[in-house]
């Protein structure tokens, strides 16, 4: 059974940071491209971010381009989803997914992790 566990969400401040971690399971994580997306109350789901099976190649989106970076370690089936200068509006439900490109779209999604950004 494929699993997607993701953690490091919590309450921080506008300009803080916080790091996401999605821990796969059940798959041979090194073959898939991952993303995060995100959803924030009383809108729709959002892409975030991706990375391509390798690492080597990342997208973001306008939103957060330039603040939030996105890695992996393939020797601990991991990706990560580095948060910097969080603004309020970044303020969401977390998921990791399996599967590349610039989309919501997803061959499935770990239970997320609520990220809060408030003063």
Request: charged share 15%; glycine share 16%.
């Amino acid at each position: 059974e494929v699993q997607l566990v993701e953690s490091g969400g919590g309450l921080v401040q506008p300009g803080g940071s916080l790091r996401l971690s999605c821990a796969a399971s059940g798959l041979t994580f090194s073959n898939y491209a991952m993303k995060w997306v995100r959803h924030a109350p009383g809108k729709g789901l959002e892409w975030v971010s991706s990375i391509d099976s390798g690492g080597y190649n990342t997208r973001y989106g306008d939103s957060v381009k330039g603040r939030f970076t996105i890695s992996r370690d393939n020797s601990r089936n991991t990706v990560y989803l580095q948060m910097n200068s969080l603004k309020t509006e970044d303020t969401a439900m977390y998921y990791c997914g399996q599967g590349g490109g610039s989309t919501i779209w997803t061959i499935r999604r770990g239970q997320g992790t609520q990220v809060t950004v408030s003063a």
